[in-house]
């Protein structure tokens, strides 16, 4: 028999959440070895059918950039796309946008920085051009009636600057917002936040802002700052199944907060998900096969005694 975890409800805390599922494209693209397209198809496929909702399934990066996903094309064209499910894909400058609506997405999201360095080594533009990049590929992708997210990478510490100031992330992310963008992801790209850094940087923004949270788990801190999102209203949360990925220009950046141990986390807090945990770790346990190599995710290796 396996366990299955009591519920105790802590006040004050959201009574829903939406899982925003990046392991197809946040946790594929930092593989050391090219997934091939079927089994990707099968992973978008597999995470729809455990009940998650918003799967972002690839990027339209250039390919020398991340060949790990320069089949984003055949991918979009093979996968089956289920109707209530959304497939957001992520692009880096209007060209991407061009593949993007040539394939009939509806949703993109695009990538920012919160710091100068960051901003120069990922995106070749300062931390003040990069809006330049940004503004023609939100104003095209809304008047083409795309739904728009921002990500803004670095927000709590960068390998090169440090620690990452406040003000700083406020200011990019609110610009971004004031470009059109809907959603604004909140992004610990090398995992360095602890709960109360969280929780300072989200009361400095206005509390209408539209913001979700981005959490790695290099020092094993991501659920600590779940909860501490929780706690300040945020109903979005991004995590990566089998807790997969990184970020290939940060080597410091490991792995992302694994949905499966995340949906325990929300269970044990009566937070409804709509997600079905076993059948999500199974489908991760089936992909770490894929991938030749256990699962990073705690709950994963749990349920399926690896």
């Known amino acids: ?31 050391k070895t090219i997934v091939p397209v079927e089994v990707k198809a099968e992973f978008v496929t597999r995470l729809a059918a455990a009940g998650l909702k918003v799967i972002e399934a690839t990027s339209f990066v250039h390919p020398k950039w991340v060949p790990q996903l320069a089949d984003a ?16 894909v992520l692009v880096p400058n209007e060209r991407g946008l061009d593949r993007a609506l040539e394939l009939g997405c509806t949703e ?17 533009r300062s931390l003040k051009t990069q809006f330049d990049m940004f503004a023609p590929v939100v104003r095209r992708a809304r008047e083409n009636g795309l739904r728009v997210r921002a990500y803004v990478s670095m927000c709590f510490g960068d390998p090169w600057e440090g620690p990452v100031p406040i003000g700083q992330v406020v200011d990019v992310g609110s610009r971004l917002l004031d470009l059109g963008c809907a959603e604004l992801s909140l992004g610990d790209t090398i995992g360095v936040a602890t709960a109360g850094h969280v929780g300072a940087l989200l009361d400095a923004f206005p509390r209408e802002r539209p913001l979700a949270v981005h959490f790695h788990d290099t020092y094993g801190q991501a ?4 909860v501490e999102a929780l706690r300040h209203g945020i109903t979005v949360i991004d995590a990566s199944a089998g807790g997969i990925g990184g970020c290939p220009y940060a080597r410091s950046a490991t ?15 009566g937070i409804r998900h709509g997600v079905d945990l076993r059948e999500l770790a199974a489908t991760s346990h089936w992909l770490a096969g894929r991938l030749g190599r256990p699962s990073p995710s705690a709950v994963v290796r749990a349920l399926t005694k690896e």
Do not use: C
């Not at 939406?18 to 693209?29: A, K, N, S």
């Open 255 to 269: 792995g992302n907060l694994a949905t499966e141990d995340l949906v325990w986390l929300l269970d044990g807090l």
């Open 73 to 88: 094309e055949e991918l979009l064209t093979v996968v089956h796309r289920k109707d209530q499910v959304r497939y957001p």
């Open 1 to 31: 028999m396996t366990f299955k975890g009591a519920t105790y409800r802590i006040e004050n805390l959201p009574d829903e959440v939406t899982i925003y599922e990046v392991g197809p494209r946040d946790g594929l693209q930092n593989e």
């Open 108 to 124: 993109i999201a695009i990538f920012g920085s919160a710091t100068e360095t960051f901003a120069q080594r990922n995106l070749n």
């Open 223 to 226: 659920l600590a700052n779940v």
